[in-house]
């Protein structure tokens, strides 16, 4: 069973470009959370999608991001008009099941997008 | 709102020493705490996690334990070996689908 996929590894962008991350969660699941880690910081919470549904974007900033998981394909999360301070590592996880009530499933990580922007 | 702190936030120490990294959390109602490892330019391993009814769970030269009631988890990591360096993570679930990440403590384990 593949692992969670995140492409690509690495993405370089110009000030006011577009940023496209894509997430393919492991098979079976259909629940995932996308994170993103600051320089010299832990990672943070951004968005929770479930297919088709945004549940809970909380930790996304109100401009400029987006994320989608649709029914068919990889999760995106999308960076319209890119600044430097998005340069940063964007973790994508994935879950069989919701894990807010339960001890016993986790959330299992991708490698990671690392985001240069110029 | 839970806080996740680790100390120290990096820690040099010579091949062959038995280390304990700290992980400190500010409401202990948590369902599991995980540790990871995180090396320079790459993704997260996870290395241990903890049920919320465990106390410890060991795997090779890794030993994670887990007091709930005093908000501490602790990595031990037995005879430290080069490869061992890299950052350690801790991440609490709070009963939310998040995870709550510690800023990580830097390890470099000197040949």
Known sequence: ?118 | KQEVTQIPAALSVPEGENLVLNCSFTDSAIYNLQWFRQDPGKGLTSLLLIQSSQREQTSGRLNASLDKSSGRSTLYIAASQPGDSATYLCAVHSGTYKYIFGTGTRLKVLA
């Open chain 1, 1 to 118: 069973n593949a692992g969670v996929m995140q492409n690509p590894r690495h993405l370089v962008r110009r000030r006011g470009q577009e940023a496209r991350l894509r997430c393919s969660p492991m098979k079976g699941h259909s629940h995932v959370y996308w994170y993103r880690q600051l320089p010299e910081e832990g990672l943070k919470f951004m968005v929770y999608l479930q297919k088709e549904n945004i549940i809970d974007e909380s930790g996304m900033p109100k401009e400029r991001f987006s994320a989608e998981f649709p029914k068919e394909g990889p999760s995106i999360l999308r960076i319209q008009q890119v600044v430097r301070g998005d340069s940063a590592a964007y973790f994508c996880a994935s879950s069989p099941i919701f894990i807010g009530t339960t001890s016993q499933e986790t959330q299992y990580f991708g490698p990671g997008t690392r985001l240069l922007v110029l």
